[in-house]
């Protein structure tokens, strides 16, 4: 796997270890952290399904590549939201699943983009949790299949 | 659109019975990254608790509070922060 889930959780985790001289993280590398913790659920996603459709001996090739590369954050999101409502039939890991990765979403963009961003150390190492726990969920579920074959091929809308 | 107050009553609500050591909740409108209205809900912890809660309570966290919230009506979406009573943020 290129892109290591579990590797990008332990940079998050330290970066939010506290400096020698000041006796506390930087923001900056808070929302690195932060930042990392989404993308570890993201890689993890994008490799599942990525492993759906091209066999996980072909990883190094270019189809699974562009397979990797489809998964769009904000379809992912939204995927996400329709889970959390009332027209798909998912169980608790996959709803709890989406809950964490919408939240997480949310929370890089903040961290990524906003001058106003509030880093917090608590909220850091508990967003990692999440992250860490939304992960495990994903990987246990037998309901991926379905998640991953929503995300990679949505229903057509009706013309 | 749910008040501030029941925003808040219901986050509380759900913090308690999922973490062992919410002190407080407040809730402010924001916008999301999508440019709608949404919810910014910080869950104060009680000073020690942070290394303490597991993955899995956060999880149920942000699981129950999206569907209290979305139960009783509240269409935007709630981005859930913590931190320990006292904590202020750190500065780049």
Known sequence: ??????????????LTEAE????????????????????????????????????????????????YR??????????????R????????????F????????EKRHSADYDPLFKA??????????AARSAISKFEDTAERAHFLSLLLFPPRRAE | MLKKSDIDRIAQAVARATLDSSAGVESTSTIDSQGDPALK????????????????????TLDQVQQRLQEEGEERFPIIEFETKGEAPVGD
Request: include cysteine.
């Open chain 2, 41 to 60: 809900i910080t869950i104060v912890l009680t000073p020690g608790s942070t290394e303490s809660i597991q993955g899995k309570d956060v999880l149920k």
């Open chain 1, 98 to 105: 989406a809950a964490a990765l919408a939240d997480l979403h």
């Open chain 1, 85 to 96: 409502g009332k027209n798909l039939d998912f169980g608790n890991d996959i709803r709890e």
């Open chain 1, 70 to 83: 489809s998964i769009d954050h904000r379809a992912l999101r939204k995927l996400c939201e329709r889970v």
């Open chain 1, 20 to 67: 020698a001289h000041t006796g506390r993280p930087r923001g900056a590398d808070l929302r690195r952290a932060i930042s990392a913790a989404y993308y570890a659920v993201f890689h993890a996603i994008a490799c599942a399904a990525a492993d759906s459709v091209v066999a996980t001996n072909k990883r190094a090739s270019e189809e699974y590549a562009r397979v």
């Open chain 1, 1 to 14: 796997l290129a892109i290591s889930p579990q590797h990008l959780l332990d940079q998050a985790t330290k």
């Open chain 1, 120 to 129: 917090i150390r608590s909220d850091t190492i508990l967003t990692i949790q």
